[in-house]
């Protein structure tokens, strides 16, 4: 499965992949938000998750961005089930923070999941980590009310985490916390849900 967005290129990870995939992502300051990647992250680490296989109604995609000399890796995104819920996770290489990638990127997942028939899509940030939450925002999504106690492979502790959602099929309201438009008109989102 492969997605297309406005500068990027969401696509599966491939074995070919490893080297590059394992230099970005071997860095504690992205490891220690997430939850699910070790630290110290390995060649092991890198090669079990390219090679794990997809789940059609929870997709995986690295994000790349194509260029005049080729397409380099900026991150990655995928769905997951999260406590019984479909759950938005990302990360994005330190070289490229705070250029809007993780947004656009996870609009364009939120798009994907609409179209496979998701209805609500959960996500959430350590609470030490406010970029995520505003990545999160920008993208449809709104805050739940909810912090709770998350473990992290990363930082080997769990943490206090903000829980967002954002439902694909929910019209956007004017007032809300993007200020009345939807990011994108196809997302809906952007509208307060109850904890």
Known sequence: MFVRSERLFLRPGWPEDQDEFLALIADEGVVRNLTRAPWPYTAGDARAFLGAPQDMRLPRFLITQPGAHGTRIVGCIGLSLLDGEVNLGYWIARDHWGQGFASEAAQAVLS??????????VGSHFIDNPASGRVLEKAGFSPTGRVVERFSMGRNASCLSRE???EPDSP???????GGDCPNPDLGGGQPLAA
């Open 112 to 121: 994907l999941a609409r179209a496979i028939g998701h209805r609500r899509i």
């Open 172 to 178: 956007c309201r004017s007032g809300d916390a993007l």
């Open 164 to 166: 967002y959602a954002a």
